[in-house]
């Protein structure tokens, strides 16, 4: 029998920092200046936590594998932060770049040279920690997986209250700017060179769609840059699907391990299944929050204009495994067209269902929801993986995990996910692996420390870890049992 991996995974940002001593900072990402922007943290629209009051796990990561180890964890699923390694331009490193004929970058090469130029300008202090991280996870036998971006973008690659301030002054534009793909590239290609004896599954992108509608298309939620601007939405998508694509070729280049992306696939059904303009609504939403990255990357058929006419592009068919987080589904109604450019955004969620209910209630459905008010649901996961199924590619359950600070709902929460992912497995579905969201406490974005998704809490004076024991200890046994 294969090998089926059972894994915590972890972000940069929302894990590294926090210790005490303030050593390990890194004040080089854009979300280390969106999080402390005044006019952010007068709006409500951030919490005002700050991530080096965080989890520490830079300075404690070896007390965090060996709580994983002690789970009965094989895998471990962990982003290298851009930041870090480049808090300082690569765009004068040189490197030859090739486009189709839409325009659209079909080849990077990053020659030995480029990759000795970038080495002298990534900081070496930060390579010898995630090689010091990685060499760890060896030594205990996990397997690793690394992501190479979870949202956060240097400084330099986006500056997001210049962006909010005018999007057209601004210096660094984050994904909006094609330039970056090829910064993105380089940066994919060192990372692969340096760590790729150490890491058995690369993953480009964690969820570059909510990059994209948070981002672009939702100010009011705190996610940088806060603007709304349907353009610059679609470019926002058009480049993180080269981006993936071009980065998979680079990291090839140095690695033979499987490349794959990480995205939150979202099932949604109709508020009335019987009114067609809410089904409609439902396959707008699975179109564009779903189908857009999964067609363009396993099927190289790429909505470039965002209007239900893909075209054939191959070289963007780059893609070894699906990572599929899930938290909760969505359940919409029909609305007309918000945005004259993106005729497909044609849905709300419904009040009450999915991402959309009240925290520490139910459901009009009565399903519990969490402390974020997100609805459980682990049906929601079945159809999730069913739908990837369709792509003909293995699945690895990258994320899926509940808010839930005094631990009530989350052991029956992982037993249930859990199930509906072995359903799927008796029912056909490729899935090799399941990572919990997350180990301990986290950063959670917008909401800061509010909001608690471990399995143990992190006491963030102290840093201590704290199980949540009836978690712990349910996680550990659906661990045991296995896929049985
Ligand atoms: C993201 C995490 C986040 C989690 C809970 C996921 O979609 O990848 O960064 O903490 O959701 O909101």
């Known amino acids: 029998m294969k090998t089926f991996y059972?894994?915590?995974?972890?972000?940069?940002f929302q894990f590294e920092m926090g210790d005490p001593l303030r050593r390990g900072i890194d004040a080089r990402s854009d979300w280390w200046a969106w999080v402390r922007d005044p006019f952010n943290i007068k709006n409500d629209l951030v919490s005002g936590d700050l991530p080096e009051d965080?989890?520490?796990?830079?300075?404690?990561?070896?007390?965090?594998?060996?709580?994983?180890?002690?789970?009965?964890?094989?895998?471990?699923?962990?982003?290298?932060?851009?930041s870090r390694i480049f808090p300082c331009p690569t765009k004068g490193v040189e490197v030859k770049v090739e486009r189709d004929?839409?325009?659209?970058?079909?080849?990077?090469k990053v020659p030995r040279e480029a990759l000795g130029e970038?080495?002298?300008?990534?900081?070496?202090?930060e390579v010898a920690h995630y090689l010091g991280v990685l060499r760890n996870l060896k030594k205990l036998g996990f397997t690793t997986f690394v992501t190479l971006n979870h949202q956060t973008l240097p400084i330099w690659v986006h500056d997001p209250l210049e962006v909010?301030?005018?999007?057209?002054?601004?210096?660094?534009?984050?994904?909006?700017?094609?330039?970056?793909?090829?910064?993105?590239?380089?940066?994919?290609a060192y990372v692969a060179w340096k760590f790729s004896e150490l890491v058995d599954f690369w993953a480009t992108f964690d969820e570059p769609m909510v990059t994209v509608e948070l981002g672009y298309l939702a100010p009011y939620v705190g996610w940088p840059p806060g603007i709304i601007n349907p353009e610059a939405a679609k470019a926002v998508i058009v480049n993180q699907l080269v981006a993936h694509a071009r980065a998979y070729d680079a990291i090839k280049e140095h690695s033979s391990a499987p490349v794959g992306i990480i995205l939150n696939t979202i099932p949604a059904y109709p508020l009335d299944p019987?009114?067609?303009?809410?089904?409609?609504?439902?396959?707008?939403?699975?179109?564009?929050?779903?189908?857009i990255f999964l067609n363009a990357l396993n099927r190289g058929s790429v909505d470039l204009d965002l209007n239900w006419e893909p075209v054939k592009i191959k070289h963007l068919a780059r893609n070894d495994w699906i990572g599929n987080n899930y938290y909760t589904r969505e359940v919409v109604k029909w609305t007309e067209p918000r945005f004259e450019e993106l005729p497909m955004?044609?849905?709300?969620?419904?009040?009450?269902?999915?991402?959309?209910?009240?925290?520490?209630?139910?459901?009009?459905?009565?399903?519990p929801t969490s402390d974020f008010g997100w609805e459980v649901y682990p049906k929601g996961l079945y159809d999730s993986i069913m739908e990837l199924t369709e792509y003909g590619k293995p699945v690895y359950i990258t994320e899926n995990g509940v808010a839930d600070s005094k631990d009530i709902l989350r052991p029956r929460y992982i037993r249930e996910h859990v199930d509906a992912m072995k359903t799927a497995i008796e029912n056909g579905a490729d899935v090799r692996g399941y990572f919990h969201w997350a180990l301990t406490d986290n950063y959670e974005w917008a909401m800061g420390f509010k909001i608690r998704f471990g399995l143990y809490e992190v006491d963030l004076i102290t840093k201590e870890r704290i199980p949540r024991k009836w978690s712990v200890e349910t996680y550990r046994s659906v661990v045991r049992e296995g896929l049985e």
């Open 6 to 12: 059972w894994g915590v995974v972890q972000s940069a």
């Open 54 to 82: 965080g989890i520490n796990n830079y300075g404690l990561y070896e007390i965090d594998h060996r709580l994983a180890k002690d789970l009965g964890l094989n895998a471990y699923q962990l982003t290298i932060e851009w």
């Open 101 to 108: 004929s839409y325009g659209l970058i079909k080849d990077v």
């Open 118 to 125: 970038l080495d002298k300008l990534a900081n070496q202090r």
């Open 164 to 188: 909010r301030e005018n999007l057209q002054r601004a210096r660094a534009r984050g994904w909006v700017d094609e330039g970056n793909v090829v910064e993105f590239v380089k940066f994919s």
């Open 274 to 291: 019987r009114n067609e303009r809410d089904v409609k609504a439902a396959e707008n939403y699975d179109y564009f929050h779903n189908r």
């Open 345 to 367: 955004v044609s849905f709300v969620g419904a009040e009450g269902y999915g991402y959309s209910g009240d925290p520490n209630s139910v459901s009009p459905d009565n399903n």
